[in-house]
């Protein structure tokens, strides 16, 4: 552009000034020069004009490439940012990668509740809890504690399956002829054969498999939760070689739970007479949601804890986080032990072969148990009323038993007959509290006790809940439960010690017609035989009685009380989004106390005492 107007000016200079220079010289030699005319000077008038205009286009185009250069120059500087954040940006994602590689790499699963672990959650969890947090008025439903890594999400509903393999083995010092569940109230008494033999039992029957669905309609959340495990017989089950064992219905329920704290649960569950570790919830099976039970490998827990897990239409309503209230309507039965009594009652009867086990007893209820609980979360620790309701019913027949020389109903003397049969019922239930609190970051204390008549069977130690008197009534059987609690939660390493008894009282009458005493625990009941060793029993499909431990002879040895005392650890060499491998080892020491009846002659306790040592280990992996 330059270069165009320096070539425009030296050709105007050259049109103007050599005409004046030869004007000049022609002035000087020429005798006389022609005059200026005015058409000369609008000539020059015009040709000035026009090369103005033509100098005014070319500045024109001049400021158009300089605006266009500066337009690029702008173009490229807002290019060169651009590409600047771009790299910045590249090296937040790269760091973003590796931070969220190294969250992956540490993440801990959902069901770990490390309380020394006070760090954010990684990167993958928050992703996974990205829903909105809940307001003060709406209380963080119990499906997120259920969720898990492996949740997968279907047509609106989130399902999350669970569970874990076991490897266990227990050793007893005296034999009860079964693997892991303890049978409390059978330890046997001193002149049993058993109690001679030791007993080992591996087995991974208490493998279980869960699944949580869980969804959301409107303002309500709804969730079923199904569990199983191995610990169950059927007609073909063997551990002889093929270990063949059923599969066991242990929870199966739905709840509804609305946005206004009022929830709705239906199925079999955890009993609302077991402890929660936070308010009132369903409790899963793997002890990673709202789990107070002991942390025992044996699946019998341990004695003085007051569990059952039954049918139960439940009604809860909670107040914020600090206090929640529930009724249930559950499934009842009775246990019934008793002695010596004539046949002059019903209480039930064998299983149906189209339902029930017809190896078992089943009562006759008259009404479901009813159970009413409050919680309360203050801020330091967690505390329990509640109190349970139940009924008993048999049907009497009084002229089952009649003496020889009395008329019964207008029969003949000494006629037995079903004539003038009637119900009765009974009452029973009791009350309970617990509580638990922590000390200091690792510790968690805890005590519970529950009493009451007609109970027992809510305790591990299977303890009767009701006799009968000698006219065929029931009478219910006074029963107390304890247990103190005592853990210790670490990183990867977790200690525990438990301390419990269970009582049952006295219930004995005299039948005057039998001349006996019935019912249980009578001081009149023989228990001279309970220290003498007797053969083995035989038997048409047992000739020898190699597989039948003789009975003893005169020993009633009715349990007045069961005490057990267990320590034991659980390890983590892994607990992250894998799994959970751990390992367990627990020692339990347990002793079965009777009460006092007739005492043999000149060696033993007219009360004689059964007691087990047990060594329990566990090798587990928890599905993430």
Known sequence: MKASITLFLTVLALALFPAGARAQTSASTAPASPQVTAADVQALKDAIAAQQKQIQQLTQQLQQVQQNSQQSQSAAATASKQAAAAQTQAIKQQQAVSQLKSDVAELKSVNATDSTSATLKPAVLQMQDATPAPSPDQPETFNKQMEGPVTLHFRGINITPGGYAEAAFVRRSRALGGDLPTPFNSLTMPGASQSQLSEFFGSARQSKITTFVDGRVGHVDISSYVSADFLSAGVTSTSTQTNSYTLRLRQAWAQAKSDNGWSFLGGQAWSLVTENGKGISPDDDLGRSNDARPKTIDPNYNVGFVFARQYGLRVTKSFGDKVAFAVAMEAPQATLTTHDNA??????????????????????????????????????????VFALFDRFRDRIFPCAEVPSTVSCDGLAVGTTSALGAYNASKDGGGGGVSARFPIGKHIVFGVKGFGGSGVGRYGPAGLPDTSVYADGTLHLVKNLMGLTTLEWKGKKLDFYAYGGTEYAGRSADFDPISGKYVGYGSPYFPNTGCYTETLPATSTGNPTGGFDPGSLANCTADTRAVIEGTAGFWYRFYNGPRGRFQFGTQYSYVTRQTWSGVAPVGAGSGAPEGLDGMVYTSFRYYLP
């Open 343 to 384: 046949g002059n009652y019903l209480l039930g009867e064998n299983g149906a072969s189209n339902s029930y086990n017809t190896t078992a007893t089943y009562s006759f209820n008259p009404s479901p148990d009813i159970i009413a609980k409050v919680a309360f979360d203050p801020g330091f620790g967690h505390y329990e």
